[in-house]
Structure formats: structure tokens, C-alpha cells
């Protein structure tokens, strides 16, 4: 196994192309993967919200099949075909099955293809820009935290606890070593990026008396300064709501949609994270004085 290992190793080190196109591949096995991360957790968490009320209540709550990320097996929802290992390829078996359960030919969305595509781009660009090291490492860990947190506050408005406080740990651990900063601009960031929209969150509810976002955001925020600084917020702060206001807008004038609407934050602080991972200290430079 070790005399297999050693050449793959070497030619990780140094073909960058070679890195590149296998952490491609890795992102859209993964990507596959999350897709079953972003439709199981929000349910995951239902129910363990629902029995924490029943016991609460002094009821026993009720036996229910094992449902993780792994029990049961993925069926399509219409007609209940267990899908195969063939039917579950990343891309390809889409392509194959042109869109459709093979059973029912029910059409299957489209976005469980371009999350895995997503990943794997992302994947790529995170081999290109950080080649063979522990941060590459690290950066895929990350991109592949954001993914998952920006469809699931797309489709329920909730960015579970699960992912956004193990991804503040561990940029602070990374960053023990100095990985994309050092510790003390990740510690300030952390606790910068929390209380920066913890503070928005409260003028604004006592302003209108409405909720703008959730703690989710916070936490966010701050998984964000934890990896890359206190430097980097107020850009990322800037484009997430530039990006925002503009969809926002355009929700309004061109679907019909109001300003009661809500609308998830937490996709636009990704593609903040995402800016700050490929272009941090370009952004930095911008507005801190050397």
C-alpha cells in the first residue's frame, strides 16, 4: 500500500494540475454527499426538536425509523425507488437518466447536479490557489461548511449549530499556527463578527420591532473572522449586503415580491467567505493603512 501511496503523493506535490483535477473530483463526490447533508439535517433537527417538546411536556416521545445522513437509503421521494450506486453517480448518472427517476421518470431537480458541480469548481480554484499544503486542506473543509450552509438557509432559513460552531473551532485552531492569520486577528475576528450583526440584529428590532435575521448569521460572521481576521469583516461585510440589496431589489421589481419578504442572509455571508478564502488580503489592502 505504502510503495502505491509514495508515487501519488509525489505526483500531488508536484503536478498541480494533477492536485487540481483530483480535488476537483473529490469536490463532486462530496458535493453528491451534500446534497444529502442539506435535505436530511433541517429534517434531522425537526425531530429533535419535536422530542425535546414532548419531554418537556412529560411525554414519551413516539418510535420512529432511524433517519441520519447515512439510514435510510436515498429513494425518490415520489415513488420511493432506492436508488443505486449506478443511479448515484455524481453528474454522469443525471445525465444518464436525462433528468428522471428511472422508475416513476419523475423529473429530479436540477440543483443536485449544480451543487455537485459547485463543489468541485470551488475545489478546484481551492487546489489552484493554495497547491499542496495543509491549507488546501483546511479550505476545502471550509467550502465545503459554506455549500452545505447556503442551501439549507435557502430552502429553511436556518443555519444549523452543527456546522457554523465547528467551523469557528476549527478556524480558530488553524489559525493557532498562523494558518490564514495569526490568533489574535482570529480570536478579535470571532468575537468582531458575532457582535457586529448581534448589534444590527437589536437596532433593528428595536427600531421596527421585527426580527432582520437570525443568531445563525452571527455565528456565521464569526466562523468567518475566526479563519481570516478582523481585517477581512468589512469587506465581507460590504459584499454580502451589497449582494443582498441588489437581489433584494430585484425580487421586488421583477417577481412581484415585497419588502416583507424574507430572505436568507447567510448565502450572501458564504460568498463573502468565499471572496475572503480566494482574495482576502486583496480586499484588505484596499481600505487598511499599511
Known amino acids: 500500500m505504502i510503495e502505491i501511496l509514495e508515487p501519488v503523493s509525489s505526483m500531488l506535490r508536484t503536478q498541480p494540475l494533477f492536485l487540481q483535477v483530483c480535488c476537483g473530483v473529490l469536490g463532486l463526490l462530496v458535493g453528491s454527499f451534500l446534497n444529502v447533508v442539506i435535505y436530511r439535517l433541517p429534517k434531522i433537527m425537526e425531530r429533535e426538536w419535536h422530542a425535546n417538546c414532548l419531554e418537556l411536556q412529560g411525554q414519551e416521545p413516539p418510535e420512529q425509523p432511524a433517519f441520519n445522513l447515512v439510514v435510510p437509503r436515498s429513494s425518490c421521494p415520489h415513488c420511493g425507488h432506492n436508488i443505486t450506486a449506478l443511479e448515484n453517480i455524481p453528474v454522469l448518472s443525471y445525465l444518464c437518466l436525462r433528468g428522471r427517476c428511472k422508475q416513476c421518470k419523475t423529473p429530479i431537480s436540477i440543483r443536485y447536479p449544480l451543487v455537485e458541480l459547485l463543489t468541485a469548481g470551488?475545489?478546484?480554484a481551492v487546489a489552484a490557489q493554495y497547491g499542496y499544503s495543509l491549507l488546501t486542506v483546511c479550505a476545502l473543509l471550509f467550502i465545503f461548511a459554506l455549500v452545505t450552509l447556503t442551501f439549507?438557509?435557502?430552502d429553511t432559513q436556518l443555519l444549523p449549530d452543527d456546522i457554523t460552531l465547528p467551523l469557528l473551532w476549527l478556524g480558530l485552531l488553524l489559525n493557532l499556527n498562523h494558518g490564514f492569520t495569526d490568533i489574535t486577528s482570529a480570536v478579535v475576528g470571532?468575537?468582531?463578527g458575532y457582535l457586529v450583526l448581534w448589534s444590527v440584529y437589536w437596532l433593528f428590532k428595536l427600531v421596527t420591532g421585527k426580527e432582520g435575521m437570525g443568531y445563525g448569521d452571527f455565528k456565521l460572521l464569526a466562523a468567518i473572522g475566526a479563519w481570516f481576521g478582523w481585517q477581512i469583516l468589512p469587506a465581507v461585510i460590504l459584499l454580502s449586503s451589497v449582494v443582498g440589496s441588489v437581489i433584494g431589489i430585484g425580487l421586488i421589481v421583477f417577481k412581484g415580491k415585497n419588502r416583507q419578504t424574507a430572505i436568507p442572509f447567510g448565502p450572501f455571508l458564504a460568498l463573502g467567505g468565499i471572496?475572503?478564502?480566494?482574495?482576502?488580503?486583496?480586499?484588505?489592502?484596499?481600505?487598511?493603512?499599511?
Open 122 to 124: 470551488l475545489s478546484f
Open 190 to 192: 470571532a468575537m468582531v
Open 275 to 290: 471572496a475572503a478564502l480566494f482574495y482576502g488580503q486583496t480586499l484588505a489592502a484596499y481600505y487598511l493603512v499599511p
Open 152 to 154: 439549507i438557509d435557502y
